[in-house]
C-alpha cells in the first residue's frame, strides 16, 4: 500500500537548483583556497584532516576544512510515514538548559519511546525528562556509538557546539547513527567567523563589512580609518567571550591586543574580524536544515546584557520570548530568502552539506529595517531553544529524523498559540566570577503557582542533603506559557519570585522591548 506523508507544504522548501554539485567536494577546495591565501598563517598552520575519523577532542576547527558530505545510511530504517507504529529510542547529548529543553520535547514526542541525555544534570534526571547518562564522554564517539547500539538508539540530538567541532556528528553517521547537528566541517559556519563571512561574501549574503587580520598593526591602521565604534571578533570559539564592541579606538585597539598579542583567547584569536558596527535591533533566528532544504522554527528574542534595560556586560542570555513581535511574517520571508537559504545551498555547493539547526544572529538595522547577519551558530540558542521547545507542538523526534534524512521538503511545524518566556536565574556574580554551591530552595513550588510553569535546569547538581545546588554561572531557566505575552511574563515571574535562592538573581525586565513599560512596576 502506498504511503503518504502527513505533512503538509512549505513555501520555504529549498531545492537546490545546481544538483550536481552537491557532492562536488573540489569545489569546496577551490572555496577554501579563495580565502586561506587572504595571507592567514592561522590556517595554513593547521593540518588538513584526512579522514573524517580521526577528528579528536584537541583538533580546531580549522582541521576541518576538507569538507565531506553527510550520507545517509540505509542500514538504519525509519519509516516517516507512519510516525503512530514507530518507536524511536533518543540520546540528547549535552547537559545544560537547552539539553534539558529538548529533552522535555521529546519526551511529549508520541513517537519517542525513550529519552536518554549524556551528561545531563540533577534537574533533568530528578524532572524525569530524561535517563542522564551522567559518565559518557560525549567527546569519545567510540564511547558514544557503543552506547548507541547497546540500547537501540535510533537519533542523536547534539546540544551544544563544542562536540559538533571536535566530530562526533561525523563518526556518528559513519557508523550509521541517524544524528541532528552538523559536520566538523560544516560546523565551521561558527567555528570560524572568517570562514561565515568568505560564505556570505560568496554567495552575498547581507553582513557587516569586514577585514581579516593576523598583524595587530595592520588591524590597528583599519581601525583607523574606520573609527569607533566599531567591532573586533575572534575567529574561533572563544566561550561566547569573543566579541568585543569598542566604543572608543582605544577600546578597539586593546581588544586587538587581547587577542594578537596577549592570546588571550588562545588559537580561537590567532587572527581577528574587525566589523562595521551596526545599529538596531537583534533578534534570533532559527531554521531547521537537512541539508537542501529549510524550514523556519517560530520567531524568539533574548536579551544578552546582564542588568535590566540591557546594561552591563554580554552574557549567554539573561531570558527570551516567543514570539518576538520585531520579526514580523514578512520580515522572516527576507530572512529564508536572502539569508538562510542562500547558506544552505552554499554550503551544499561547496561540498560542505549542513544538516541540523541553523541559528542566524541578526541585526535588523535602523537605517533600512531590513536584516544582517551578524553570526551563525550551528545549534539550538539558550535560553531561545527554552522558549520555543515549551510552545512546539509536533513530534519533534519525527522532524529530526526527517531532516536527518533529507527528508525536509514538505514538512511544517505546529506550534501553540499565544507566548512564552523564560527568566534565567543566574549565581551572583555572573558573567564574572561567581560561587559554586549555593543550594536553591523551593523549586517544586514554584512550578505549582501558575498552568504551564516550567523549570529548565542549566547548572545545578545535588548535595549530600539531597538539596538543589548551583554549580554554574546560568543556573535555571524558569519558563511559563500564556495567552498573549504579558501573561507569560507575569507566570514566570511568579515563579521566579517562589524561589528561595539568596545566591541567585535575575534581570525584572524580560520582554521590555515587546511589552508597554506599566508590565515593568514590580517591587524588588
Not at 538508539?153 to 563518526?171: D, F, I
Not at 524568539?300 to 549567554?316: I, L, S
Not at 517544586?444 to 501558575?450: K, M, N, P, R, Y
Not at 554561572?473 to 517562589?498: H, I, M, N, P
Request: charged letters at 20%; proline letters at 4%.
Amino acid at each position: 500500500m502506498a504511503c503518504t506523508t502527513t505533512f503538509t507544504s512549505s513555501s520555504f522548501s529549498l531545492k537546490l537548483r545546481n544538483s550536481n554539485l552537491n557532492n562536488d567536494k573540489s569545489n569546496c577546495f577551490q572555496f577554501q583556497k579563495s580565502f586561506v591565501s587572504l595571507n592567514n598563517p592561522c590556517f595554513l598552520a593547521e593540518r588538513i584532516i584526512s579522514n573524517r575519523h580521526s577528528v579528536s577532542r584537541s583538533q580546531s576547527i580549522f582541521n576541518g576544512f576538507k569538507c565531506f558530505v553527510q550520507k545517509s545510511e540505509p542500514s538504519v530504517s525509519v519509516d516517516s510515514c507512519n510516525d503512530a507504529e514507530e518507536s524511536v529510542v533518543v540520546l540528547v547529548v549535552g547537559g545544560g538548559g537547552r539539553e534539558h529543553a529538548l529533552c522535555h520535547a521529546l519526551k511529549r514526542s508520541p513517537s519517542c519511546d525513550a529519552v536518554f541525555c549524556a551528561p545531563g544534570n540533577a534537574g533533568i534526571s530528578s524532572s524525569e525528562d530524561a535517563t542522564c547518562i551522567s559518565d559518557l564522554d560525549i567527546f569519545d564517539s567510540s564511547a558514544v556509538i557503543a552506547f548507541c547500539r547497546q540500547w537501540g538508539v535510533r537519533l542523536v540530538v547534539v546540544g551544544p557546539e563544542a562536540p559538533l567541532v571536535s566530530g562526533l556528528a561525523n563518526n556518528l553517521v559513519g557508523a550509521g547513527i541517524p544524528t541532528f547537528g552538523p559536520s566538523s566541517e560544516a560546523a565551521a559556519l561558527e567555528g570560524s567567523k572568517n570562514f561565515m563571512k568568505s560564505l556570505c561574501d560568496k554567495y552575498n549574503i547581507p553582513t557587516a563589512k569586514y577585514k581579516t587580520f593576523t598583524d595587530p598593526s595592520a588591524a590597528k591602521e583599519y581601525i583607523l580609518e574606520q573609527g569607533a565604534p566599531i567591532v573586533i571578533k575572534a575567529d574561533g570559539l572563544a566561550a561566547g567571550k569573543g566579541v568585543i564592541v569598542a566604543m572608543t579606538l582605544e577600546e578597539a585597539y586593546e581588544a586587538v591586543d587581547l587577542m594578537l598579542v596577549k592570546n588571550v583567547f588562545g588559537s580561537a584569536g590567532c587572527c581577528v574580524i574587525v566589523e562595521e558596527f551596526l545599529e538596531g535591533e537583534e533578534a534570533s533566528f532559527f531554521a531547521l536544515v537537512d541539508g537542501e532544504n529549510a524550514i523556519p522554527l517560530e520567531s524568539a528574542q533574548d536579551h544578552k546584557r546582564v542588568g535590566d534595560g540591557d546594561t552591563g556586560p554580554n552574557t549567554g542570555g539573561m531570558g527570551a520570548y516567543s514570539p518576538a513581535p520585531i520579526l514580523t511574517k514578512e520580515l522572516q520571508s527576507i530572512v529564508m530568502e536572502s539569508i538562510i537559504l542562500p547558506t544552505v545551498e552554499g554550503m551544499s555547493a561547496e561540498g560542505c552539506k549542513f544538516v541540523g539547526v541553523l541559528f542566524a544572529g541578526l541585526m535588523i538595522e535602523k537605517k533600512s529595517g531590513l536584516p544582517k547577519l551578524i553570526e551563525y551558530n550551528v545549534r539550538f540558542g539558550d535560553p531561545e531553544c527554552q522558549v520555543l521547545m515549551v510552545r512546539l507542538e509536533s513530534d519533534l523526534a519525527q522532524v529530526l529524523l526527517a531532516a536527518c534524512r533529507g527528508e525536509l521538503t514538505g514538512v511544517t511545524l505546529d506550534w501553540s498559540p499565544g507566548s512564552a518566556m523564560v527568566v534565567v536565574m543566574a549565581s551572583k556574580g555572573y558573567p564574572g566570577s561567581y560561587e559554586k554551591g549555593t543550594v536553591i530552595q523551593n523549586l517544586e513550588e514554584s512550578e505549582l503557582v501558575a498552568p504551564s510553569v516550567k523549570i529548565f535546569h542549566a547548572g545545578t547538581a545535588l548535595d549530600s542533603d539531597g538539596n538543589f545546588i548551583a554549580t554554574g554561572g546560568r543556573v535555571l531557566g524558569v519558563t511559563a506559557t500564556g495567552k498573549d505575552l504579558a501573561e507569560a511574563q507575569d507566570r514566570a515571574y511568579q515563579a521566579v519570585e517562589e524561589i528561595n535562592w539568596p545566591g541567585g538573581f535575575y534581570r525584572r525586565d524580560i520582554g521590555w522591548r515587546a511589552l508597554p513599560l506599566k508590565q515593568f512596576a514590580r517591587e524588588r
